[in-house]
């Protein structure tokens, strides 16, 4: 598919479906702070979509809205709407049963529902993924948000109760920590975030939200129901650009925890700014270069369908995404020609196109990237070897096979984040052990093979240097139930349903001496329900 016929697919504004268009461009003047939406009048930051509208005057990208710049100062303003609302775990947010914050996510989760068309549309534009895949994505946040409540209530039964050792009455409870900064990815900007922002409130916490760069407008449908659902302060929003705005947050010292989707390299450097870093929690997703394996002994049909998913899903912008594919020598031209005729056959397009596989990339500096791992991969001995693989086009860019892959291309170490497939030649399997050994990076790795005996030896290889092992099947995240977490730079903390609860919170113990005279205390403020945290009530 050369430029010329890339170019044929975006479309002119007639021709975008009427269901799926935006009447107008969303001009979001407000944001949400100490429980009120907030009037902006200074300075605004234009959002333009990854889909490029044919006009007379060639291809120009369609402007869907725009979203406040603020600066410094109102940063610190929402920062202290969230301190003031925590009141050192004093606030009626923190000290609130369970059951009633529960309440509260039930009343939001419900408002959110209502909100699903204009967030699905907003996905769509915004970051250009597909209309099925933001569909998933919204249904998948909901699904999350009552699996993390079905979670809670299983954990504050098992805390219900009261523990009797060595003469010490103790009962063990979660409380929060503090006051949490939330920064969500692009990619899944709606379902990761939520992934930290929910259990974060959940569990007592309050929040600086601040939506990522590409994903903003997609948060603003959901602000009211943020505000009408939780107390003052509890979750407040954040708008500008990072680096103006976040390092006076985390120098401030009042940041408690620190969660963010993304870079390493931004992980560090904030932590870096933090006064008292040994006080600060951080739950962090950050790089990933999962490898796949294909043995000798692998089902090919099945090795090369779920490289391909694992490969090429969402344009291959995902953490999880398969991102350097080693293949046994004996396997690698079979492997190699099923794989370049599946990605010559998947569907380019645009989001509301059906089967659509193929979309427009949010980074508007991303096909050059792609196009330089390309060259560079050639420089050094690759080919491409799917017929139209880096042709571009504006933000469309068709996927690209290269192989034979070394250390010596920038696509063997760098995180490419785009539809590029790196394929590694190998006959020796500590080449494969080897890479996974000395990368910076420990999500995943997927193992394809039949071997029993290889397959557990490669297990135990892999198992102490990346925290999920996949068996002929593409790396994932799901399900949720599952710990989502990594190694070396790719993760800091546990994020699943359970997982994510834990790492919002921490274990906090009453206790007292078994006297008569302290049970009676203890039964007393039990019987007459005096306490929040020191109860035996029972969520059903």
């Known amino acids: 598919m050369q430029s010329s016929e890339l170019e044929k697919l975006f479309p002119k504004e007639g021709e975008i479906p009427k269901e799926y268009d935006l009447v107008k461009p969303i001009e979001q003047r407000e944001y949400l702070v100490n429980g009120e939406m907030r009037q902006w009048k ?49 606030g009626e947010w923190p000290s609130m049963s369970v059951d009633k914050r529960i309440e509260c996510v039930e009343k939001f989760t419900q408002k959110m529902i209502l909100k699903r068309d204009e967030v699905v549309k907003l996905l769509m534009w915004e970051i250009g993924k597909s209309l099925t895949d933001s569909q998933k994505e919204f ?10 409540i079905g979670a809670l209530k299983d954990i504050d039964r098992n805390s219900s109760t009261f523990l009797i050792e060595e ?32 259990p974060a409130l959940i569990m007592g916490n309050t929040v600086l939200f601040k939506p990522p760069k590409h994903g903003t407008l997609l948060h603003y449908p959901l602000l009211e129901a943020f505000r009408e659902s939780f107390p003052a302060g509890v979750i407040n929003t954040l708008y500008g650009r990072g680096n103006s705005i976040i390092p006076q947050l985390m120098e401030s010292g009042k940041i408690d925890v ?32 999962n490898a796949a394996i294909v043995t000798e002994s692998a089902q090919l049909d099945n090795a090369i369908n779920e490289c391909l998913l694992g490969s090429l899903s969402f344009n291959g912008q995902r953490c999880t995404a398969i991102k350097i594919i080693f293949v046994h020598s004996s396997l690698a031209e079979a492997f190699n020609k099923g794989l370049a005729e599946k990605i010559e056959a998947i569907k380019v397009g645009m989001v509301w196109d059906s089967g659509v596989q193929i979309t427009p990339l949010p980074e508007p500096n991303k096909p050059a990237y792609l196009k330089e791992l390309i060259e560079d991969a050639k420089l050094h001995g690759a080919k491409v070897l799917n017929k139209h693989g880096g042709e571009n086009a504006k933000s469309l860019f068709f996927p690209a096979l290269l192989y034979p892959v070394n250390k010596k291309m920038k696509v063997w170490s760098e995180e490419q984040f785009g539809p590029v497939v790196p394929v590694v030649p190998f006959d020796d399997i500590n080449v494969p052990i080897d ?7 420990g999500q995943q790795v997927a193992i394809f093979g039949t071997d029993p005996n290889q397959i557990s030896a490669l297990i135990d290889e892999t198992v102490n240097q990346v925290s999920r092992v996949n068996i002929n099947a593409q790396c994932q995240r799901g399900p949720d139930s599952f710990p989502f977490t990594g190694r070396k730079d790719s993760a800091e903390g546990t994020l699943s349903v359970t997982a994510a609860l834990r790492s919002f919170s921490i274990r906090t113990v009453v206790a007292t001496k078994a006297t008569q005279a302290n049970k009676d205390i203890v039964n007393q403020i039990v019987e007459n329900q005096q306490s929040n945290f020191l109860s035996t009530r029972f969520i059903l």
């Open 42 to 90: 200074g300075k605004t930051q234009d959002v333009w979509s990854p889909i490029y509208i044919k006009s007379e005057k060639g291809f120009e990208p369609k402007r869907i809205g725009s979203y406040p710049i603020t600066d410094a100062t109102d940063a610190m303003e929402v920062l202290y709407a969230g301190v003031k609302a925590y009141s050192n775990g004093r």
């Open 139 to 148: 249904d998948r946040t909901v699904q999350y948000i009552y699996d993390t």
């Open 167 to 198: 003469g010490i009455i103790g009962q063990v409870r979660r409380s929060p920590l503090g006051v949490v900064l939330c920064m969500g990815p692009f990619n899944y900007p709606l379902n990761e975030t939520f992934t930290t922002l929910i």
């Open 258 to 289: 620190l969660t963010l989707i993304g870079s390493s390299k931004v992980a560090d450097k904030l932590k870096k700014m933090h006064p008292k870093v040994n006080r600060l929690r951080a739950i962090l997703g950050l790089d990933a270069k």
């Open 435 to 441: 890479y996974i050994h000395e990368s910076s990076h």
